[in-house]
């Protein structure tokens, strides 16, 4: 019971709920299941994001070239799905994926096996990758009409199954698996060894480079696939979409608790994150003319945010030395 | 010993020595500088050498300079600012409603920079004293300055500035001299003093290279980060007036997305190192001038704006990739290429190269004397050459079957 009221998760929880009630008294039509269903629909695509990004600042590291990837991925299948209409949408799926891993697979060996800072790294394929993304699309821009007329291309997006729309069952799903991987396997728990100390990760024989290199090929498959579902949700393409997303994906990581200085954090709490920032988001854009709001609503509690976070990582070590003098 | 890898040089100083010098970092931007007017013009001639385009060459890319001259006092200290383009725009709003009221113009122009120093200040701040990552930090506050200027502005946009805005950004001093420029390398020249000959860009330099030795050298390092945070924000302020100057005059509060990005990659493409303590400030001052070119000379071949993104992106990284390059990283490199990961074949190896070296040399110096057993001598010399090789390679064969038996023996081991 300590441990519970201690959590930080407990503390977001107490926000999400202050926010949902105030949004029910300033804007009543919110909480209808329908309202709810689409707003969580709306932002998933943010909780993908979180989930890729989560895995590289595990490391220590930070990748801004995300949203260039979604963009760059999703805009290649379109092309491609556009010229061939009579493929299934699965295939696009696993397409998606394995590009999206490509494009992490040239992160992770730039930072992981040539040493670059991550930031400046991921800097340079922003660019690029949002250039080829022009180069793939040509200039042009697909509407709800032409997705239409591919062969289930939305069916992964807006399909329905249980009641649910299919990308909330994929992101739960992604979520869930995602945090077991990270807390319950070996792989997973190098991850959070590199963040916390490469020099003592090294000395236990973890190879560096190696699990660098791979949290950047996940964190890149894992945007591959929601740049394809960005594009057969909202059924809009064009080379400069999602254009900011980086910063709301660490802006939901920060938000879960995720130290950005690497090897700290878990996935509930990113996942009670993403629900803040929608609830936000959602909100905002009820109420006319706040929707301007968005950008330094989101700046301010990315810093309040991070300030919590190390003012309970100093009381925690405050505490810890307490204990530990307490013990001599 | 002559030729060996082991004799030191303790001395310290460094007389100019031309080798060293034509292949410092620098003098290679000053190389990719002139390799790209060259080619531009051969390939636009026409374009190249008519009236004015050099100039407007000049003047388009300066808009972002003085955001590149504080980005390499961020970037020294091992941190990173995202938020200039922001505080740009801000300091620029503030100007812009000031002269909206009517005030007279060097009070708004004044206040608008202030508004920035205090950006600036709040980042530094964050990072100094609370000990926020300035990544995080400052990616919020660009989010947050922006969202003030959206909230202001709206889809409105200022159009009142003093009128010498305009002058900084398209005249040419005598019709020949950009006026930016000018500008811009007295800047420069200022930056250059104080970051290598003042007390401060030494303290920075020391903070850069490694806080806990600053600190224990009785420099406080919180009280650095503060002032460079703030001199970046001032250096904002003046990139606000270089920017609405270029852009005619006119704000509004989507422009210059991305300028925090070019600052950076200017600053990297100069030579100065992200983590910290490592760069000088001419390089910048060269590279920009590099991307100016080189944004324009892409623009007059016709390629896309896109695409050039692209371009921009791969010579960012392949700089940076170029710069981590040295002696040790070439050297692991070899280890693990041709000496199977063995140090003692690599000593061996290394040893045999440089005796091989200095016997030659050896050969050399008696083919030109005139000693009476001249061909004696050169066939002693020869044959030991020879023997040593065969030695070397006997030696790094035997123990490269060691470690093969080694690792084999281990992995039975472990079944």
Known sequence: MKNLLKSRNTGLIAVLIILLVIARFLTPGMFTSTSLVSMLQNNTIYALLAIAEMMVILTGGIDISIASQLAFVGISCTTLACSHPGIPGIVWVLFAIVLGALCGALNGFLVGYLHMVPMICTLGTMYIFRGLAFVVSGGQWWFAAQYEELNGYRTFAIGQFLGLPIILWITIILLVVAGLFLGYTSAGRRIYAIGTSRESAAVAGIKEPKVTFYSFVICGAVTGLAGMLYTANYAIGYYGMADGFEMTAIAICVLGGVSITGGKGRMDGVAIGALIMSVITYFISMIPGMSVWQKSLQGGIIIVAVAINYFTEQSAKRQALKERSALI | ?415
């Open chain 2, 1 to 415: 010993m002559p030729g060996s890898n082991y004799d030191r040089d303790l001395s310290v100083k460094e007389g100019f020595v031309l080798k060293k010098f034509l292949v410092k970092w620098e003098m290679i931007l000053v190389y990719i500088m002139v390799l790209i007017n060259v080619l531009l013009a051969v390939i636009k001639p026409d374009l190249y050498f008519t009236h004015g385009t050099v100039q407007s060459m000049i003047n388009a890319g300066l808009d972002v300079s003085p955001l590149v001259l504080g980005m390499v006092f961020i970037l020294l200290l091992g941190d990173i600012d995202v938020s200039v383009a922001a505080q740009m725009i801000l300091g620029g709003m503030v100007t812009g409603l000031l002269m909206d009221k009517g005030l007279p113009s060097l009070i708004c122009v004044i206040v608008g920079i202030i508004v920035c120093m205090l950006c600036g200040a709040f980042n530094g701040f964050c990072v100094a004293f609370l000990e926020m990552p300035a990544v995080i930090t400052t990616i919020s506050t660009s989010m947050l300055f922006r969202g003030i200027v959206e909230i202001v502005l709206g889809e409105n946009s200022l159009k009142n500035f003093p009128k010498w805005y305009n002058k900084i950004g398209w005249m040419n001093i005598g019709g020949i001299i950009p006026l930016s420029m000018v500008l811009f390398l007295i800047m420069g020249a200022i930056f250059i003093f104080v970051l290598h000959k003042s007390p401060f860009g030494r303290k920075v330099y020391i903070v850069g290279n490694n806080p806990t030795c600053a600190n224990y050298s009785g420099i406080s390092v919180k009280k650095v980060k503060m002032q460079v945070f703030i001199l970046m924000g001032f250096m904002a302020g003046i990139g606000s007036i270089f920017f609405i100057g270029r852009m005619g005059g006119g704000l509004s509060s989507s422009m210059g997305t991305g300028y925090e990005m070019t600052a950076i990659a200017c600053a990297v493409l100069g030579g100065v190192s992200t983590n910290g303590g490592k760069g000088k400030m001419w390089g910048p001052i060269i590279a920009t001038f590099i991307m100016a070119f080189l944004t324009y000379a892409l623009g007059l071949m016709g390629i896309d704006p896109n695409t050039k993104k692209i371009v921009i992106g791969v010579i960012l990284i392949v700089t940076i990739l170029i710069s981590t390059i040295n002696k040790q990283m070439i050297k692991d490199i070899k280890l693990r290429l041709f000496y199977h990961n063995n140090k003692n074949i690599e000593a061996i190896n290394d040893r045999t190269a440089a005796a091989v070296k200095d016997m030659k040399k050896q050969i050399k110096e008696l083919e030109k004397g005139n000693a009476s057993d001249k061909a004696a001598q050169i066939e002693k010399l020869n044959k030991k050459i020879e023997a040593a090789q065969k030695e070397c390679k006997e030696k790094s064969a035997q123990w490269w079957a060691e470690q093969q038996e080694n690792a084999k023996k281990a992995k039975e081991r472990f079944k």
